[in-house]
């Protein structure tokens, strides 16, 4: 059961799940008008780390001084330029359930860096992650939104996805061993992360031969896509500030459980919205990834 005192950073990651959730579609509308989700990515992370900035110059301050908040820069920043890159080009359900096998990450990250307890039903519920993984991947993911001809893009999706989660995993690690910093601070070095690692990987695939495979692109002329952009900045810093104020007061592990809940705001979207199939294999490891990460919550161990 939750007690009173956690019913408020829980609704937190609950709302920060429905953003991202229904993230995708606005990714992927960009990525039809020309603008890579990496790109995306750089430009929507910049506007709102200027507004913090602007909003809180004593951040950037303390971001220079706080190697602490260097840490969460980088696996933010890893996180959010990996997944988005993901569902750009993947199977949206698939690579929300490979991103979510944090059960599996977070345990030995809370055991290295917050000394956090590795019992045998947290263990079990690793397990059961793998497990789970296991189905999900035993058919392969369709492609949705790839380049002609072009074989790679599920297998990059996928292994995408699966890094993400693990950054994704070290950044909740992080934000609760910096519980104590000022929230100012934790959200600059995320949203400058963002920024930071999605437009250094977004210059790089554009340059050389890359560019004629990854096909990084940026859109040359205003137009709708300006306003999918600013949508998606409001969303992001609501989401992101609701997810350092919950994962700061919750133990790893709990948010490892609740986070997850995306997965059922990204499946029904996905069907609904973009006609996603859900083969077998994939019901099946979902529903052990999913019964891994709430068992999380209703052990409490």
Same mark, same amino acid.
């Given at each position: 059961m939750l007690s009173n005192s956690t #019913? &408020?950073?829980?609704?937190?990651?609950?709302?920060? $799940?429905?953003?991202?959730?229904? %993230? +995708? +579609?606005?990714?992927?509308?960009?990525?039809?008008?020309?603008?890579? =989700?990496?790109?995306?990515?750089? #430009?929507?992370?910049?506007?709102?780390?200027v507004v913090v900035a602007v909003?809180? =110059?004593?951040? #950037?301050r303390l971001l220079?001084?706080?190697p602490a908040l260097w840490w969460i820069l980088?696996? %933010?920043?890893?996180?959010?330029? &990996?997944?988005?890159? &993901?569902?750009?080009i993947g199977d949206v359900v698939r690579v929300v359930l490979l991103f979510y096998l @944090?059960? /599996? +990450? %977070?345990?030995?990250?809370?055991?290295? /860096?917050?000394?956090?307890?590795?019992?045998?039903?947290?263990?079990?519920?690793a397990v059961l992650t793998v497990i789970g993984a296991a189905f999900v991947l035993m058919q392969p993911g369709a492609s949705t939104d790839t380049s002609p001809g072009s074989t790679a893009q599920p297998v990059l999706a996928d292994v995408l996805a699966t890094l993400s989660g693990f950054a994704f995993a070290l950044n909740t690690v992080m934000l609760r061993r910096g519980a104590a910093l000022p929230s100012e601070g934790r959200a600059i070095a995320m949203f400058l992360g963002g920024a930071m690692v999605a437009g250094t990987a977004a210059i790089a695939?554009? $340059?050389?031969?890359?560019?004629?495979? @990854?096909?990084?692109?940026?859109?040359?002329? %205003?137009? =709708? +896509?300006?306003?999918?952009?600013a949508g998606l900045a409001v969303a992001f810093l609501a989401s992101n500030l609701c997810l350092q104020y919950g994962a700061a007061?919750?133990?790893?592990?709990?948010?490892?459980?609740?986070?997850? $809940?995306?997965?059922?705001?990204?499946a029904?979207?996905?069907?609904?919205?973009?006609?996603?199939? #859900?083969?077998?294999?994939?019901?099946?490891?979902?529903?052990?990834?999913?019964?891994?990460?709430?068992?999380?919550v209703l052990g409490r161990r």
């Open positions: #019913v &408020a950073p829980v609704l937190a990651l609950l709302l920060n $799940c429905v953003v991202w959730g229904v %993230s +995708w +579609w606005p990714l992927k509308q960009l990525q039809g008008m020309g603008m890579h =989700p990496l790109w995306a990515t750089a #430009v929507i992370y910049l506007v709102v780390a909003w809180r =110059p004593s951040a #950037v220079a001084r706080t980088m696996a %933010s920043g890893f996180t959010n330029a &990996a997944f988005n890159w &993901a569902v750009g @944090m059960p /599996l +990450w %977070s345990l030995p990250l809370a055991r290295l /860096l917050l000394q956090e307890r590795m019992t045998a039903p947290a263990v079990l519920r695939f554009s $340059c050389g031969a890359a560019a004629a495979t @990854m096909e990084v692109g940026f859109p040359s002329a %205003s137009g =709708p +896509w300006l306003v999918l952009v007061r919750l133990t790893a592990r709990v948010t490892a459980v609740v986070m997850p $809940c995306e997965v059922v705001f990204a029904v979207t996905a069907v609904w919205w973009g006609g996603a199939a #859900v083969h077998a294999g994939l019901m099946v490891g979902g529903a052990l990834i999913l019964s891994a990460a709430f068992a999380s």
